[in-house]
């Protein structure tokens, strides 16, 4: 009993938690890919593995990603000299100069329907970093009342756009 859950401990305890049935899956693709890549002398094509294992190709693909393994975000994937570059910053999202002038486009205008006191509100609370408690001290209320303001804003600001 206990050398059973030991192994299904090893087994099961990963990263990420894959099914059993998908591991199993996994196995089998495993096996005949192994199986046809020996018969055929090269590697199978995914229809051609699909075929011989009577699995839809969607499933088998599924199978096969699940079965990849983890990689680090903090993973190197280039260096230099002087730098190193991970996957993280090769990964980072580049807003483009028309999508951010369209944005701040699109700001202006959202703002220019709130009154003075709703546009310092959000200002404060999404341009300036500032807390709850810290907008409601700058503005003699209390942090419910910041917080029911700012929901009410928020709400019709998305009615807007």
């Given at each position: 009993?206990?050398?059973?859950?030991?192994?299904r401990?090893?087994?099961?305890?990963?990263?990420?938690?894959?099914?059993?049935?998908?591991?199993?899956?996994?196995?089998?693709?495993y096996?005949?890919?192994?199986?046809?890549?020996?018969?055929?002398?090269?590697?199978?094509?995914?229809?051609e593995?699909?075929?011989?294992?009577?699995?839809?190709?969607?499933?088998?693909?599924?199978?096969?990603?699940?079965?990849a393994?983890?990689?680090?975000l903090?993973?190197?994937?280039?260096?230099?000299?002087?730098?190193?570059?991970?996957?993280?910053?090769?990964?980072?999202?580049?807003?483009?100069?028309?999508?951010?002038?369209?944005n701040r486009?699109?700001?202006?205008?959202?703002?220019?329907?709130?009154?003075?006191?709703?546009?310092?509100?959000?200002?404060?609370?999404?341009f300036?970093?500032?807390?709850?408690?810290e907008?409601a001290?700058?503005?003699?209320?209390?942090?419910?009342?910041?917080?029911?303001?700012?929901?009410?804003?928020l709400?019709?600001?998305?009615?807007?756009?």
């Amino acid at each position: 009993m206990i050398a059973g859950e030991i192994k299904r401990y090893l087994r099961d305890d990963g990263l990420l938690k894959v099914s059993r049935s998908l591991k199993e899956n996994y196995y089998r693709v495993y096996k005949k890919r192994e199986e046809l890549e020996y018969s055929m002398g090269r590697e199978p094509m995914i229809t051609e593995l699909s075929k011989a294992l009577e699995m839809p190709v969607e499933d088998l693909v599924m199978t096969m990603e699940a079965a990849a393994e983890v990689e680090s975000l903090q993973k190197s994937v280039y260096q230099g000299e002087n730098s190193e570059i991970s996957l993280s910053d090769k990964l980072a999202h580049k807003e483009n100069p028309q999508e951010k002038l369209l944005n701040r486009i699109l700001l202006e205008e959202l703002l220019a329907h709130l009154d003075k006191r709703e546009r310092q509100l959000i200002c404060m609370r999404y341009f300036q970093d500032m807390t709850q408690m810290e907008v409601a001290a700058e503005l003699g209320i209390s942090q419910v009342q910041v917080s029911r303001l700012e929901k009410r804003i928020l709400n019709r600001l998305k009615e807007l756009i």
